[in-house]
């Protein structure tokens, strides 16, 4: 059943009554995703380049925010977010965030191929360029028809 979670059957109310809610909740999830400072006797601990290092910090991805959000599914989450018109920005900004951080694991040698791969199977619009691209390749015809002399 598509969406079932975020209509509510059988009588139950929808997830999120107020956008408000729904926000506080997904900056708890990215606040989350960040992780925490590790510390030893009470100081924070620092590598090499005096950076703290970061314990219990995870990539922030749209399944996971689903889930903390308290839906079944992604498919659940997208399904709120097109058919209750009141979250839509909401969920679409919280979307973003997790785009961004895709987006800037592409300049990164290790998170290059994944990013990749999320972002053109999560985000329409990535796919949609590399279509595009390979469009522009396919029709193109060289024509050589300067006079010799």
Sequence with gaps: MKGSEAMG???RP???KSVKTMQKK????FKLCEGE???EDGKIVRNKSGYPIMINRKPPTITGLALHLGFTSRAD?????NEKQEFLDTITRAKSRVEEYAEGRLYDKEGSSGAQFNLR???????ADKKQEENKTEG????NNIPRE
Excluded: A, M, R, S
């Design 77 to 81: 989450l997208l399904y709120y977010q």
């Design 9 to 11: 059957t059988g009588g």
């Design 26 to 29: 997904i900056d708890e999830y």
């Design 140 to 143: 193109i015809t060289i024509v």
């Design 121 to 127: 199977n999560n985000f329409k619009h990535w796919d």
């Design 37 to 39: 400072v590790l510390k």
């Design 14 to 16: 929808p997830k999120y």
